[in-house]
């Protein structure tokens, strides 16, 4: 046989090919379970309880032998299998045999070579446990070499070696505390970072580790040396250094060593779904020990490899192969003879003689059932002629060469690594791509619903529309992504004020519980609020006076209120779709009994209030006047006067004036949007035209067009707001501005460029008010005077001992500091009167049938009875609705006429309408007289 042959070095000798073939049995891993599979011995299937001690008894030729199974071994198909040939006879023969310092010497040297990566990346194991303890056996318990001069204690300097032990062991930590890595960081990042990652961070995960790591906890819960004395992990490891491991039992140190060396093999050998390593690992690890002696240590070596099984009782996937002169003294009983037996009976001598043996006996706990001592016949025969010898080594290698080669079962098709990378590319994949996904739907949620998670609150009642605005229902204080700090922060108060709500609510379930909807155009079509929309924040600030007011009462039949802020989106044009994710919040929540606010008198309004109307929810508008409104449902309601009033104190105004002669000419040029959706601009130039034509006035119509929205086309040919206060600095008479209030300051520019000094006589309808409560946006036209009409008086005062400013000035002090500048235009007044409205129903309805439940259209009922004793003398007039079944509008509101001169604040130059005990201006029309029901 050539010499480089795979089977040149296997030995030669009679039976040579069983000793081969039982090894490869034994080290075979099976597919299932952890004890090898049963071996057919004749035919019958024989199971088997563990791994036997094989102790080879080969005289003179047992290095030869050893060297040669190792080979073996070591040219296994497809894989070598994990083994350590270390030779016992050429240690220093120690002054003790059974000494602790052998038996870890040579457990030392099989972990090395189990740790090789010659072994392969799935062949080789990691000696946590054994490295811990063989670390603190060798470690003196102070921070000297020789393990004294600490006279304090020697525990801290134990766990600082410790954590620089741990510390060198990951990668990570060795980067972070590396001299170069740690200059470079001391001199390159703040201070902080500096003492974080290489002091604090490594300090906690130290202690974390030591705390929770594996072999931590194992050192205290396995059985040799009671670990629980003193119970700590310290106390024991402190035990097991030099100089205190010396007064300790020896042979239990000893098992303690052979037990966490057998117990990383358990751990590496333990199959686990997650771990297809494991079961990639088909043979188990063989331990050679050659020169196996009781002059060595290699006899209490197998004493305590066998001792740890009987007392753990735990499979180890570990053969021991012990190569020596003579067998131990425990397993002599057991010794086969090669002899000239058959093939079958040396199969049976060898396996099913220790079988059998083992299975009657080996539940005994003795150590002899496990040996399997085999007396190995010479390698080479006596005889010294070369031709015998040749004939001799050619007819033993023909015995041994079908089993010269051992092959390893293939390990399960999903645990090899091709199969793993796959599958794990697969799963990354499939991850990657669920995540991709999830994140795409997380991102469109997002981008649907104004950048809220689907987890966050309010992000089921809130919308992103096609112009970029966040429409919806804040109920948890979003401020739908507003730049303003004030309506930011009034937002934020009214959710504040929800949860106490919901407190009261809680602790005192009686009361009636209520929610109202402030539906509200807040910002622009650019998402911006700006200063032309501050009405709807004064708005909302009105009505959370009204809300904290209430939140104080303590009575029985007064109601919890709460508010939840709603955006329609600029102009009101998306107030339907608000409607529909009110209907659906409604569903959940069956306290929300009404709506307030409702801005801007456009076309958009109309469709919301009908679409407010099918939901069944009543409705109080705050700054509503167009005279269709009232006509698009029967649950509208407004706290405000009606177009056709305000063109009817307008009408009689510009006649007082005439009549006093400050303005000689009855004529009057009345100017309104060109804007077909703007109801409240065509409605009220309309009601205007009608009452001075009334007063022998001679009436001229000019419509200009608004700005269109971005994108949008003009609503008309019409000139613009600037082109027509140009146009009427000739005019002789006065001029009715009928327009919305960003418009105004385009017109009082154009009259401001061309007729700045001698401008004309200038009336302004409600909206104007906006621009005059502001007083930067009012004193840049200094030089024009003009009149305007104010749904309040326009002088209030935080400091009044009205109930809503009396709030103002302990929720928003800083609306309160623009009092000397500003005149509270009143849609603070009108926010807080439309929700007391809705709050005095509640209560009378509790008062008159307290068992009635409160729902939408039995608030409707009660709201609609409010006139006579029962008005509301409200912060900005008496609210009554006259007595009359189907009247949805205040009788006689209340209606001031201001002045503008200068940059001084507006000055009231008269007032109409009902207002406590207090008489209205003489030049007023008369009052209604209410009727009866």
């Known amino acids: 046989m050539a010499p480089n042959a795979p089977d040149s070095q296997i030995p030669v000798f009679h039976g040579a090919g069983h000793l081969l073939r039982l090894i490869a049995d034994l080290v075979r891993r099976p597919r299932r379970r952890e004890c090898p599979e049963p071996v057919r011995h004749r035919g019958v299937a024989q199971g088997r309880e563990g791994l036997p001690v094989i102790c080879l008894v080969a005289g003179d030729d047992h290095a030869q032998l050893a060297r040669g199974i190792s080979y073996f071994l070591g040219h296994a198909d497809p894989r070598r299998v994990p083994h350590c040939l270390h030779d016992l006879g050429a240690e220093p023969s120690p002054a003790d045999p059974e000494s602790v310092e052998a038996v870890r010497r040579t457990l030392e040297r099989l972990a090395q070579g189990f740790a090789r990566s010659v072994n392969g990346a799935d062949g080789r194991v990691r000696f946590r446990r054994f490295g811990l303890v063989n670390w603190l056996v060798q470690t003196g318990a102070s921070g000297d070499p020789d393990g004294a001069g600490d006279v304090e204690g020697t525990d801290h300097s134990l766990l ?36 974080f990652a290489l002091h604090l961070f490594p300090l906690a995960w130290f202690r974390v580790r030591r705390g929770l790591g594996r072999e931590y906890r194992w050192l205290l819960n396995q059985p040799y040396l009671a670990p629980r004395d003193p119970g700590t992990f310290l106390g024991f490891a402190e035990r097991l250094t030099v100089p205190h491991n010396q007064v300790e039992d020896p042979e239990q140190l000893r098992k303690l060593m052979v037990n966490a060396f057998l117990e990383d093999l358990r751990t590496a050998f333990r199959r686990r779904p997650w771990r297809p390593r494991s079961s990639r690992r088909t043979a188990y690890c063989v331990a050679l020990l050659d020169g196996v002696d009781a002059d060595n240590c290699g006899h209490p070596l197998l004493r305590t490899v066998i001792d740890v099984r009987n007392e753990t009782g735990a499979f180890d996937p570990l053969l021991v192969v012990a190569c020596g002169a003579r067998p131990p003294a425990e397993g002599t009983g057991t010794r086969a003879d090669w002899g000239h037996s058959s093939l079958w009976e040396l199969s049976d001598r060898l ?23 085999v007396t190995v016949p010479p390698l080479m025969p006596p005889s010294d002629d070369p031709v015998a010898k040749a004939r001799y080594e050619l007819t033993r290698r023909q015995e041994v060469a079908q089993d010269a080669r051992l092959r390893l079962p293939e390990p399960p098709l999903w645990a090899r690594r091709a199969v793993s990378v796959a599958a794990v590319c697969c799963v990354t994949a499939a991850l990657l791509g669920a995540g991709g996904l999830l994140w795409g739907e997380e991102s469109a949620y997002r981008r649907a619903h104004c950048g809220l998670s689907r987890f966050q609150d309010d992000a089921d009642t809130l919308r992103t529309v096609e112009t970029g605005e966040c429409i919806g229902v804040s109920r948890h204080g979003f401020t739908f992504h507003s730049p303003d700090a004030e309506l930011n922060k009034t937002l934020r108060t009214i959710a504040d004020q929800n949860a106490r709500a919901d407190q009261i609510h809680q602790a005192s379930p009686e009361r009636p519980f209520v ?45 919890i209120l709460r508010i939840f802020p709603a955006n329609a989106g600029s102009g009101m044009r998306f107030g339907t779709q608000v409607v529909q994710i009110l209907e659906e919040l409604q569903g959940k929540d069956p306290s929300i009994v009404g709506v307030t606010g409702l801005d801007q008198s456009r076309e958009a309004t109309n469709r919301t209030i009908r679409k407010l109307t099918e939901a069944g929810l009543p409705m109080v508008a705050t700054t509503l006047s167009a005279d269709s409104l009232v006509r ?3 649950m509208y309601f407004q706290v405000s006067p009606q177009n056709s009033r305000e063109a009817e104190v307008a009408a009689a105004y510009a006649e007082h004036l005439v009549g006093a002669r400050t303005r000689p000419t009855r004529q009057v040029r009345v100017i309104a949007s060109a804007d077909p959706t703007d109801t409240y601009s065509t409605t009220l130039g309309d009601d205007v035209a009608k009452q001075f034509r009334a007063r022998g006035f001679a009436v001229e119509r000019t419509a200009f067009s608004p700005p269109p929205p971005p994108g949008g086309e003009p609503s008309s040919d019409a000139p613009g707001a600037g082109s027509v206060g140009q146009r009427s600095c000739s005019y002789p008479g006065l001029v009715f501005y009928a327009g919305r209030a960003e418009d105004f300051e385009t017109f009082l520019g154009g009259i401001n460029e061309s007729c700045n000094s001698a401008p004309p006589a200038v009336f302004g309808g409600d909206d104007v008010a906006r621009l005059a409560a502001d007083p ?31 709030e103002m000035s302990r929720l928003f002090p800083e609306e309160c500091a623009k009092v000397p500048n500003s005149s509270l235009d009143g849609h603070a007044a009108l926010g807080f009167d439309a929700v007391k409205l809705y709050v005095d129903a509640v209560r009378q309805l509790r008062e008159d049938a307290a068992g009635m439940p409160l729902t ?25 609705f006259g007595g009359e079944v189907d009247r949805q509008v205040p009788l006689d509101k209340l209606l001031s006429v201001q002045h503008i001169d200068g940059v001084g604040k507006p000055t009231q130059v008269g007032y109409c309408g009902r207002l406590g005990g207090r008489t209205q201006s003489s030049w007023c029309p008369a009052l209604t007289p209410e009727k009866g029901r």
């Open 776 to 806: 930067v946006r009012r004193a840049q036209y200094p030089g024009i005077p003009y009149d305007f009409l104010d749904f309040t008086l326009g002088s209030a005062r935080c400091d009044d001992a009205s109930g809503l400013y009396a």
């Open 160 to 195: 600082q070696r410790l954590r620089e032990r741990e510390f060198r062991r990951r990668r990570v930590f060795g980067l972070l505390r590396a001299p170069e890595t740690e200059l470079a960081v001391d001199g390159h990042v703040p201070w902080w970072v500096w003492l």
């Open 515 to 559: 929610t109202l909807v402030h539906l509200s155009a807040l910002l622009s079509s650019t998402g911006k609020s700006t200063a032309q929309l501050a009405y709807g924040r004064e708005a909302l600030q009105g009505a959370a006076g009204a809300q904290s007011r209430q939140l104080r009462t303590t009575g029985s039949t007064e109601p």
């Open 632 to 634: 698009q449902s029967p």
């Open 351 to 373: 396996y099913g003689g220790w079988r059998d043996t083992f299975l009657h006996t080996g539940r005994a706990r003795n150590r002899a059932p496990w040996y399997l001592p």
């Open 856 to 880: 939408p259209p039995a608030v409707w009922h009660a709201i609609s009875g409010v006139h006579g004793d029962e008005a509301l003398d409200g912060e900005s007039g008496i609210i009554g």
